[in-house]
């Protein structure tokens, strides 16, 4: 089979945005983040909207910075370390011609460092100021320029980053509420390879696209002796990117460039959180976290010469149950842990190895130590176990060209370890 110059430069633009994928799992199911702190890492998350703790509270539930007595910093990381093994049973190229050997395994090299900080400032009895920057989803996926998965990625990533700031009110009742802005500001980037199998001939594709949007977040926390219950939203935003598209059809070619737009949406989710206090020393909490990612149903790719690349992700919502607890030894040491069960949004028949998401498992452990009277240092740790993943990838549907021809088949095994370190800082 053969293509022309123009064709192959078109069938280079399916390749290069096979987009509802360019995703790869840092931690929670889909590519949501839910590490915005170290506080609840070592209980799994749970308790994130009604622990309350310190400042970071603002990003889960900004109600709960009533909780707060002084003016607080927190600041630290998550390096999130994710072990995949892609067991490819069937691979076509670009042209859909079969790849010789057409079966193999390729080891994606996945791992990021994950920073945040938080704010806190007491303005007077009722009212409170919180600020918090921190990634909500995000993703990064690296395979090597002669895997056997080349042809529909080598390397991408999806970044966002979450400023939000926030006032929260305590009544005398026990009940407080708070609410703030987001300004999101997400970067996109996909690379990959095309041909017809040969290596030396192996031309390339690069996307990257980016664009700020907004939203907004809202909660209430009810205080009732030694038990909190916290209820918090954060909207959904609609991101849209624009960017380039630079296309080698073969290696030594110049490069096509093409503008490009596309909406992303990142879903929102509820967080329903309680926590109670048996003693001066222990503790348990909970949280349910449900994600709107019915909204991630496709995504359009719309070029500067009118051509459209659609991709059919078919989301389905999904939650998260966790349950956790701390043990306070004195007053230097406080340990933690948890385990909590993510339901994945992905289905079967449209998984990609961008995403071989499914359901997943995790178990936390944390320990915070006190430094002084002002300073706090926290360390967790949390493992994750995904279930086995089927893929079985086509190209997108082209509108107005013609259909790239690539596929990919096989299973995915996934294990993640998530460590994290942070400082929190009483400022007054």
Known sequence: MSYGRRQYKQLGWVVAMMASGFYQPLHATGF????QNVTNLGT??????SLAEDASTNFYNAAGLTRLSQEQ??????????????????ATATTGMPLSPSTGRARPANSALIPFFHYAKRINEQWI???????????????LDQSIARYIATRSSLKTFDLGPSLAYSFDNGLSIGAGIDGVYTQANLNN???????????RADIAANRWAMGYHAGVLYEMDCTRLGLSYRSRVKVHLKGDSDVQVFSGAPF??????????????????????FNEQWAIMSD????????????????????????????????????????????????????????????????????????????????????NSCVAIDFSYAHIFYKKAK???????????????QNIQGTSRTQMDVFGLQLTWDLG
């Open 288 to 371: 349910f976290r449900w994600t709107h990612w019915k909204l991630f149903d496709s995504l359009v790719l719309r070029f500067q010469d009118k051509t459209q690349l659609i991709t059919n992700a078919n989301y389905k919502n999904s939650y998260m149950i966790a349950l956790g607890g701390t043990y306070q030894q004195n007053e230097q040491w406080q340990f933690k842990a948890g385990a909590a069960y993510d339901k994945t949004p992905t289905r079967d028949t449209t998984r990609t190895i961008y995403l071989p998401d499914q359901n997943q498992t995790i178990l936390g452990l944390g320990t915070k130590y006190k430094l």
């Open 32 to 35: 949501q983040l839910p590490v």
């Open 44 to 49: 799994a998350y749970a308790g994130t909207g």
């Open 73 to 90: 910093i927190v600041m630290g990381a998550t390096f999130d370390w994710l072990h995949t093994r892609l067991d490819v049973t069937q």
């Open 391 to 405: 893929i079985n990838q086509s190209a997108p549907i082209a509108v107005g060209t013609i259909q790239g021809l």
């Open 193 to 203: 390879r095309i041909g017809t199998g040969n290596l030396l001939t192996d031309g």
């Open 129 to 143: 100021f919180g600020l918090s920057g921190a990634p909500t989803f995000g993703s990064k996926a690296t395979f």
């Open 256 to 277: 096509a460039v093409q503008s490009i737009k596309a909406n992303l949406k990142l879903p929102d989710f509820t967080i329903l959180s309680a926590h109670h206090a």
